[in-house]
């Protein structure tokens, strides 16, 4: 089941879950203190502030960027996670002077209240926090299995490619943010093509013409015709087209992964069927 599912089916409302996290924002301690009014009395110390004056200036901006509340529902789940993370970890370990909680333990536990909600409410969505460059440096994406699987296999070699194959589904990626990663991507399957080649073409489950995998050889005309490598007449589509194929051409690079590395169990497996006949 995906987040547009759950929406569907009326078993969850991203309006209802904006407007509890918001409430759970304002809520006053007893001493009239909230985690809306530490974020904004703290908020010059924190690193990634941009152009924004005070925490309800960056609110109101990131309220702003979409009218999907689906959308917007994640935008601040994502910015409320990097706020707290940091000030938890960093300004408040760092900094002597700030107010640490200083009006009422309360605090403490209404600011680790919502980011537990936080956490709840991206699983809920069947979303998944990916960490990134740092401990504060995230995404969150859907939990796409096929995804998840693909990058998990790559990670093994290229940590930096498998974190792309994540990126891909992220929602604000835009069709030009798709065709960098695509063409990072189409690369790393460069630089494999003959050891992917050669370890499907051991494998009987595959089609094979003029000894060439049709999958491997389909995926890199992708790379090559559908304005992902190259920009001369031999492209297929228009313009308008981009997302639909780059969206296809990203599920055939996941397909190709993850054959590539069940080729390899299927070869362990006659490996060890071998070696039991011997017995």
């Known amino acids: 089941m995906h987040f547009r599912d759950l ?12 407007d509890c996290i918001i409430g ?27 152009p924004f004056i005070s925490f309800d200036d960056l609110l109101k901006h990131v309220s702003e960027q979409t009218s999907n509340e689906d959308e917007l529902l994640i935008l601040i789940c994502e910015m409320l996670l990097l706020l707290i993370n940091e000030y938890i970890h960093t300004i408040a370990v760092n900094n002597s002077d700030v107010y640490i909680f200083s009006y009422s333990d309360e605090t403490e536990v209404d600011l680790k209240h919502l980011e537990r909600h936080i956490f709840e409410v991206v699983d809920r ?6 960490y990134t460059d740092d401990d504060y440096s ?24 498998a974190l792309k194959i994540l990126e891909y589904k992220h929602f604000s990626t835009t069709v030009d943010d798709k065709e960098n990663i695509l063409i990072s991507i189409a690369k790393y ?50 313009e308008s087209q981009r997302e639909q194929w780059y969206d296809n051409t990203y599920n055939t690079i996941l397909t190709v992964i993850i054959i590539d590395e069940q080729a390899k169990i299927n070869k362990e497996f006659k490996r060890l069927k071998e070696e039991n006949r011997k017995k």
Do not use: W
């Open 7 to 18: 929406i569907d089916n009326g078993n969850f409302s991203a309006k209802q879950e904006i």
């Open 24 to 50: 759970l924002l304002d809520k006053n301690d007893e001493f009239n203190y909230s985690i809306r009014r530490l974020l904004n009395t703290n908020f010059n110390r924190f690193s990634k502030m941009g």
């Open 125 to 130: 969505i069947h979303h998944k926090i990916i």
């Open 138 to 161: 995230f995404i969150i994406i859907p939990k796409e299995k096929k995804s998840i699987q693909a990058a998990e296999i790559v990670a093994c070699t290229d940590e930096d490619i």
């Open 189 to 238: 399957m460069e630089d494999k093509r003959v050891e992917l080649t050669e370890s499907l073409k051991e494998d009987n489950l595959y089609i094979q013409r003029n000894n060439k995998i049709v999958l491997v050889d389909q995926m890199f005309e992708m790379f090559n015709t559908l304005h992902i490598r190259h920009n001369n007449r031999k492209q297929y589509i228009k």
